[in-house]
């Protein structure tokens, strides 16, 4: 059995022991201290400068990215190739309407024929009347004048696979006003899907024109038509 003077000395040995375990701990706990409160602590990571070198901004003075980094997408047309392309439409429009009674066909076709790219269906299409209509015209001295607008484009290409260049289909509003001996007769109008592409040269060519919808024949200018 341990003696009391012995159990003093073990009581005192724990006490020095747990003491330096203390000081030891206070030690660490200063020095991380020390770290934390270093003039750096608590600021955000620098950042590197951009690749220009440039540190005052993006690029540009409204934030966007410059020159080819916008990603801009360029339209198929130009304001002026889609002038250039409304103007056929309305050119060969105009002129299929445009006629009078002392007109011979084949002088009559040729210029609106060149508007066109050769389409045989067209080639059908870019005539007088015939038959009883134009006998009629004829002895009525019948004269016919027409107007278009180019009301919206339908749908605007750019055949890149095949090689078949820019197209544009637009709905056109025509109207043909007649006369006979000298007096209004009446007006036609009608609405069209007019298809034109571009050649090789630059111009623009007449490729399709279809009917849309069935259009009011022979209104009078006093019923609006």
Excluded at 40 to 45: F, K, L, V
Excluded at 97 to 116: G, I, S
Excluded at 123 to 139: F, N
């Amino acid at each position: 059995m341990e003696s009391p003077a012995d159990n003093k000395r073990t009581a005192a040995l724990a006490l020095a022991i747990l003491g330096l375990l203390m000081v030891g701990a206070l030690v660490v706990l200063t020095l991380f201290d020390g770290d934390d409160e270093s003039p750096d602590a608590g600021e955000p990571a620098v950042t590197s400068a951009p690749a220009d070198g440039n540190t005052g901004g993006s690029g540009s003075s409204d934030g966007k990215p410059s020159g080819d980094a916008a990603g801009e997408v360029k339209p198929i047309l130009t304001q002026a190739e889609a002038a250039a392309a409304h103007q056929r439409m309305t050119d060969y429009m105009v002129g299929i309407n445009t006629y009078a009674h002392t007109d011979e066909n084949a002088a009559w076709a040729e210029p609106l024929l060149a508007l066109t790219n050769g389409d045989r269906q067209l080639k059908q299409d870019t005539a007088l009347p015939t038959g009883k209509t134009w006998a009629t015209c004829v002895a009525a001295k019948c004269t016919s004048r027409g107007t278009a607008t180019v009301v919206r484009d339908a749908m605007v290409a750019d055949d890149l696979v095949r090689g078949g260049g820019k197209s544009v289909s637009s709905l056109v509003e025509v109207k043909a006003f007649r006369s006979e001996n000298g007096k209004e007769s009446g007006t036609e109008s009608n609405s069209w899907l007019v298809t034109v592409r571009e050649s090789g040269s630059g111009t623009w060519q007449v490729s399709s024109v279809s009917l849309f919808g069935l259009g009011n024949v022979g209104a009078s200018d006093q019923a609006g038509g």
